[in-house]
């Protein structure tokens, strides 16, 4: 067979299956429909299920059938990696089948539908919270189910995508030499995540713009926030005394404490070098 026979032949076949497929989308048996929508679905032929389905559910939706077809929905959207319909579909599963057979795996596609959206640390996560909000009703309706320790690792690997997110935006302030803006926003996430493993480097962050906030302030202003971060310093020096930023916070408590015209103690006297 040539190769322009082959591909004069497998067009006419895709034409036929699609002429085929438009009869039984246009069809009004729907027994039909109901046996090429599971064929369509059992041979991953997703988007063509989805049509079908989308005919069929409303028909059939309190029936025995209309749930095992609005699992077979849901399932062809997750196929697809169309995770937001797949989400609103198992969601609408559980809502009308409480105590359906697909049940306990449907709260878990929910909120691994929300954990495949969840974006980059650099993005909204909204879809992040909503993700680790599902886990944890997963985890509490079904303890025992064998998933629980795969729910426990995303939930872990979600919170740190937060934590990363929340550095990310606080430093930004600092970055951009916004210090008051940054002092309220690296203290509201050093209080939201007390254990992150970027505290020693926020904290640090968190006194220099306290600093840095007083020296650009009027001078009427400023001996209240020399106090502030002078508090702040030694609040980060019971914290981190071996600090990898000793050089820099030596520095700061010498330039407040002479704002403050306070007599720095012996060892705070020399800067090392």
Known sequence: MSLRTYIILLILLLVSSC???????????YDLKKQRAKEYYDAGKYVKSTEL????????????????????????????????????????????????????????????????????AELDQ???RKAIEEFTIFTAKYPNSSRVDECNKMM?????????????SAKLYYDMKEYKAA?????????????????????FLK????????????AAKQKERYQSALDDYYSFMEEFPKSKYSKDVKKIYQETAKALKIQAPASEAKTTN
């Open 183 to 203: 002092v309220v926003a690296l203290s509201n996430s050093l209080k939201q995540f007390a254990e992150t493993k970027y505290r020693e480097e926020m904290m």
């Open 207 to 218: 006194l220099n713009s306290l600093y840095q906030y007083a020296v650009n302030s009027y």
């Open 156 to 168: 872990n690997e979600l919170h740190e995508r937060l934590v990363e997110k929340s550095y990310i």
């Open 126 to 128: 909204e879809n992040t």
């Open 53 to 120: 389905f989308a005919q069929l559910i409303p028909r059939y939706r309190a029936t025995d059938e209309g749930e095992d077809m609005i699992w077979m929905n849901a399932q062809s959207y997750y196929g697809m990696k169309q995770y937001d319909m797949a989400e609103t579909e198992f969601k609408s599963y559980v809502e009308q089948y409480g105590y359906g057979k697909y049940i306990e795996e449907a709260y878990y596609m929910q909120a691994i539908c929300d954990y495949n959206i969840s974006p980059r």
């Open 19 to 29: 002429s085929e497929y438009q009869k039984v989308l246009k069809s009004t048996d």
